[in-house]
């Protein structure tokens, strides 16, 4: 079964600065898609960013990009200019090609201003 | 695009009554819907996967019989938690898959907190 580990339960950034969450998963499949999810405190689930594993090239949204690391089976996210907004739970998830997201533990972010 | 609806957004019922929770894709088509549960500062659990036309699929450990899911309709999908108790209490999330978007992410709903008194 496929597993995905947040490592970090807790961040922190002061605003306007730059921060890195970590997320490793464990997969036998070589086709599958990483996604990023932000959760603020409405607790609506609102996607971040997706990279497809076949693809090289690192995925970017404005202030976000992942390092994604194949080999390593990892898939961090930078958030670059920390908005107060971007304060939330932030989830890792893991799809395989089929219909099932595997999600990471999470980690809280905090955006100090 | 790809927006999903939940209702309701919040709802206190008593022990040993039942209430159902609305999932709806607005602008799309599901064939397959998604339920989690989440505890608070947790990660979502999946409950089961909702198929048009056809049985749920429940992960290991949820009871069928209390939690009901029926997906009548490519737009909507309902949960139906029966007989609550308050250990049932909790964050329900809905989401679900746009079928014609190859990148398998799924679009969530707002969520419904569940109070059983």
């Known amino acids: 079964a496929q597993t995905v580990t947040q490592s970090q339960p807790e961040m922190s950034v002061q605003e306007a600065e730059t921060v890195t969450l970590s997320c490793t998963y464990d997969t036998s499949e070589s086709d599958y898609y990483l996604f990023w999810y932000k959760q603020p405190p409405s607790r609506q689930m609102i996607l971040v960013i997706r990279q497809e594993a076949y693809k090289q090239q690192n995925a970017t949204e404005n202030r976000f990009s992942v390092n994604f690391q194949k080999a390593a089976k990892s898939f961090s996210l930078k958030i670059s200019d920390s908005q107060l907004g971007d304060a939330a739970m932030y989830f890792c998830a893991y799809n395989n090609a089929g219909n099932m997201l595997t999600f990471g533990g999470g980690t809280r972010l905090m955006v100090k201003p | 695009g790809a927006v999903v609806s939940q209702h309701p957004s919040w709802v206190i019922c008593k022990s040993g009554t039942s209430v159902k929770i609305e999932c709806r894709s607005l602008d799309f088509q599901a064939t397959t819907m998604f339920w989690y549960r989440q505890f608070p500062k947790q990660s979502l659990m999946l409950m089961a996967t909702s198929n048009e036309g056809s049985k749920a699929t429940y992960e290991q450990g949820v009871e069928k019989d209390k939690f009901l899911i029926n997906h009548a309709s490519l737009t909507l999908s309902t949960l139906t938690v029966t007989s609550a108790h308050p250990e049932d209490s909790s964050f329900y999330i809905c989401?679900?898959?746009?079928?014609?978007?190859?990148?398998?992410?799924?679009?969530f709903g707002p969520g419904t907190r569940l109070t059983v008194t």
């Open positions: 989401s679900a898959r746009d079928p014609d978007r190859v990148s398998y992410e799924q679009y």
